[in-house]
């Protein structure tokens, strides 16, 4: 099962048969990852920006183009802050998944390079993975993770 | 590492929930506990043993001792 933010953080002092079914929360998920979505939908308008301006000046390019850093930086922490407030298993739990995502993802980003190294062309992703898949690696290997690991502890 | 977790919630007559309220964890903690899937850490170990008026040692009991 995988965990919201919600539902990881908050315990009811009611016992579990007198709880209600717990929920999926749009709002509760949104308060966690909105530094994700804006640090996406700006690398995305960044990357759009600088297509289609080409006169402007280095120093300004520079800070277009790394303006997704700051929004991902406050993600990192909203998740730090996230996993400090859990419980000692599920905090255990998440830090091996997170651990599975960073393996996964460098696994998949040193196969892509030795291929590409070696002049073996991938359809559609002969420039390499770049930020868009590296992230989407993370995120795959993330949720993967969180069920294997989650499993082991059920 | 054995626990002795379940047989004392059993004695008390709590649920799983019920331990985990009073610990202060969820209760995937408790369960992983009792089933020996998890160790505990020594300040949840310490809230075992106060709750219970018992010491570690008496809950807890290392594999191979």
Request: one cysteine or more.
């Given at each position: 099962?995988?965990?919201?933010?919600?539902?990881?953080?908050?315990?009811?002092?009611?016992?579990?048969?007198?709880?209600?079914?717990?929920?999926?929360?749009?709002?509760?998920?949104?308060?966690?990852?909105?530094?994700?979505f804006v640090a996406v939908a700006l690398a995305f308008w960044s990357r759009?920006?600088?297509?289609?301006?080409?006169?402007?000046?280095?120093?300004?390019?520079?800070?277009?183009?790394?303006?997704?850093?700051?929004?991902?930086?406050?993600?990192?922490?909203?998740?730090?802050k996230w996993i400090r407030g859990m419980d000692e298993l599920q905090r255990?739990?998440?830090?091996?998944?997170?651990?599975?995502?960073?393996?996964?993802?460098?696994?998949?980003?040193?196969?892509?390079?030795?291929?590409?190294?070696?002049?073996?062309?991938?359809?559609?992703?002969?420039?390499?993975?770049?930020?868009?898949?590296?992230?989407?690696?993370?995120?795959?290997?993330?949720?993967?993770?969180?069920?294997?690991?989650?499993?082991?502890?059920? | 590492?054995?626990?002795?977790?379940?047989?004392?919630?059993?004695?008390?007559?709590?649920?799983?929930?019920?331990?985990?309220?009073?610990?202060?964890?969820?209760?995937?903690?408790?369960?992983?506990?009792?089933?020996?899937?998890?160790?505990?850490?020594?300040?949840?170990?310490?809230?075992?043993?106060?709750?219970?008026?018992?010491?570690?040692?008496?809950?807890?009991?290392?594999?191979?001792?």
């Open positions: 099962m995988l965990y919201t933010g919600r539902n990881m953080n908050s315990k009811s002092i009611l016992p579990e048969s007198a709880q209600p079914e717990r929920h999926y929360s749009f709002q509760a998920d949104m308060k966690l990852n909105v530094w994700a759009i920006l600088l297509k289609h301006h080409p006169e402007w000046n280095d120093p300004l390019r520079a800070a277009v183009a790394l303006s997704p850093l700051l929004p991902s930086l406050l993600y990192v922490r909203s998740v730090a255990r739990i998440q830090l091996e998944a997170c651990l599975f995502a960073t393996v996964g993802a460098i696994f998949v980003v040193t196969a892509f390079d030795l291929l590409k190294a070696h002049g073996i062309q991938i359809p559609r992703l002969h420039a390499g993975l770049g930020w868009e898949g590296t992230f989407a690696c993370v995120v795959v290997f993330y949720f993967l993770g969180s069920v294997i690991i989650n499993r082991r502890y059920k | 590492m054995k626990s002795k977790l379940r047989e004392l919630r059993e004695a008390k007559g709590w649920s799983q929930s019920d331990l985990a309220d009073k610990l202060d964890v969820s209760r995937q903690t408790v369960n992983a506990i009792e089933t020996e899937k998890y160790d505990p850490s020594l300040p949840l170990a310490f809230k075992a043993a106060r709750l219970f008026k018992m010491s570690i040692e008496d809950i807890f009991e290392l594999d191979g001792d």
